[in-house]
């Protein structure tokens, strides 16, 4: 059983990252980004940003950085198909899985 990758996508352009960051971290607006204390280590001052126009979080501090999936995956340690089913559920999005055509889990999906 596997996610379709449209439907990963259909995701992915469905969850603000600016909404669901700022579930977890205080962010406050600095010119076109969002701003606030990271949350992945310790810092008195804000270097971590989070980019709505590409949808992406950076911080210039730990240099950790990437989409809502990557977010959830770092900050809660889970796996990518945990990220992507809890996201999904957040935003009311069904997920349909599909069958392995070969009837045989890939060596990745033996490994989620």
């Known amino acids: 059983m596997r996610i379709p990758e449209q439907k990963v996508e259909?995701?992915?352009?469905?969850?603000?990252?600016?909404?669901?960051?700022?579930?977890?971290?205080?962010?406050?607006?600095?010119?076109?980004?969002?701003?606030?204390l990271c949350p992945f280590?310790?810092?008195?001052?804000?270097?971590?940003?989070?980019n709505s126009e590409k949808q992406i979080y950076y911080c210039f501090g730990c240099q950790e950085g990437g989409n809502v999936f990557k977010f959830l995956m770092s900050y809660k340690k889970i796996s990518y198909v945990e990220a992507i089913q809890e996201i999904a559920g957040d935003l009311g999005i069904n997920i349909e899985y599909e069958e392995n055509k070969f009837g045989v889990q890939s060596e990745t999906e033996v490994l989620f």
């Open 41 to 50: 280590h310790n810092e008195k001052t804000p270097s971590f940003t989070v």
């Open 10 to 36: 259909e995701i992915l352009h469905s969850a603000d990252i600016v909404d669901f960051v700022g579930q977890f971290v205080q962010l406050r607006k600095r010119g076109k980004n969002y701003v606030g």
